[in-house]
């Protein structure tokens, strides 16, 4: 049962800003974990776009932390179904800093774009979508 795209390689992008309250460590560093929580809500909009069900995140194969982010930083993460079981839905994610917070201690509103955006995170994940009824 396919919902509004039904195609396994369709990317589901979300922005977000990461706020004071995600920072963790010394310096306003945000923790990695925050990563993974965005990957579970992209995962999350994927299923439900193809399977028409949140499922569960069952495991990651593969996390990699690349770059740090910030309290401030605006993070863009994308991710895409790459196979299809009968159940379990193999998926393919990566963060990428968008916009780089807090450029001058000075005038803390400062911000610049960063073109292109940074890799900071990427994954691979499994998630798996409950057996039909009956």
Known sequence: MAHESGRADAAVTIRVRMADSDAHYAGRLVDGAKMLQLFGDVATELLIRHDGDEGLFVAYEEVVFVAPVY?????????????????????????????????????????????????????????????PPG
């Not at 993070?75 to 009968?86: C, K, L, M, P, S």
């Not at 800093?97 to 807090?102: C, F, T």
């Not at 960063?114 to 900071?120: E, H, T």
């Open 71 to 131: 309290a401030g930083d605006y993070i863009e993460a994308v991710g895409r179904i790459v196979q299809v079981g009968n159940r379990s839905r193999k998926m393919d994610f990566a963060a990428y800093k968008v916009i780089r917070g807090g450029v001058d201690p000075a005038v803390p509103s400062r911000a610049e774009v960063i073109d292109p955006p940074q890799l900071v995170t990427r994954a691979v994940g499994t998630c798996a979508i409950p057996k």
